[in-house]
């Protein structure tokens, strides 16, 4: 199994700039979560969707971010305007359906907004 | 609502020692807990996961973990440490029905020679 697969890895932006960071979750999973890691907040929750709907986003920070799920093999969340409090790693996990909880992560994107 | 606490936020041992990260839960009911580990750049790898069943939990690595109830705890061991254990490690609670985990806010372990 080739996990869960995050692209790109790094992004370097400018403040203002659109952002779309992608996702394609573990095939079989049906919950899908992206979260956010910086020094100052940790890891935080952002957004989850169970068999591609949104169930949770009070963790989304603001009306800049957004994130859809288009199929079961494809998220996106996407910062616009971004801002350079926006830095941070962003990371896509996803559940199977057992309802163990068990988080599969991916590696990350850094996004860096100058 | 559940909630993990990680009361310290950086150990150092020395290579070849025990190490004990603690992790204190809270949760009304029979929580699932986990330990994540995250090396410098890497996504979060699990460990050892506890749903039901014996308190002591195996996991990857070498390492292990016991639930006790009375104490509300889920504290991660390993007896001999290696130098490719330095990483931050993460505790995790959920709750059986609900797909979210709740995660502390991390222990960096360093491992000095």
Redesign the interface.
């Known amino acids: 199994d080739a996990g869960v697969i995050q692209s790109p890895r790094h992004e370097v932006t400018e403040m203002g700039q659109e952002v779309t960071l992608r996702c394609k979750p573990i095939s079989g999973h049906n919950s899908l979560f992206w979260y956010r890691q910086t020094m100052m907040r940790g890891l935080e929750l952002l957004i989850y969707f169970n068999n591609n709907v949104p169930i949770d986003d009070s963790g989304m920070p603001e009306d800049r971010f957004s994130a859809k799920m288009p199929n079961a093999s494809f998220s996106t969340l996407k910062i616009q305007p971004s801002e350079p409090r926006d830095s941070a790693v962003y990371f896509c996990a996803s559940t199977p359906t057992s309802g163990n909880n068990e988080q599969f992560f991916g590696p990350g994107t850094r996004l860096t907004v100058l | 609502a559940q909630s993990v606490t990680q009361p310290d936020i950086h150990i150092t041992v020395s290579e070849g020692a025990s190490l004990e990260l603690r992790c204190n839960y809270s949760y009304g009911a029979t929580p699932?807990l986990?330990w994540?580990v995250q090396s410098p750049g890497?996504?979060?790898?699990?460990l050892l996961?506890y749903?039901s069943g014996d308190t002591l939990v195996q996991g990857i690595k070498g390492f292990e973990a016991e639930f006790k109830r009375s104490q509300s705890s889920f504290n991660l061991r390993k007896p001999s440490v290696h130098w490719s254990d330095a990483a931050e490690y993460?505790c995790a609670v959920?709750?059986?029905?609900?797909?979210?985990?709740s995660?502390g806010?991390?222990t960096t372990v360093t491992v000095r020679a």
């Open positions: 699932y986990f994540y890497q996504g979060l790898q699990l996961k749903f993460f959920g709750a059986f029905g609900d797909y979210k985990l995660f806010a991390g």
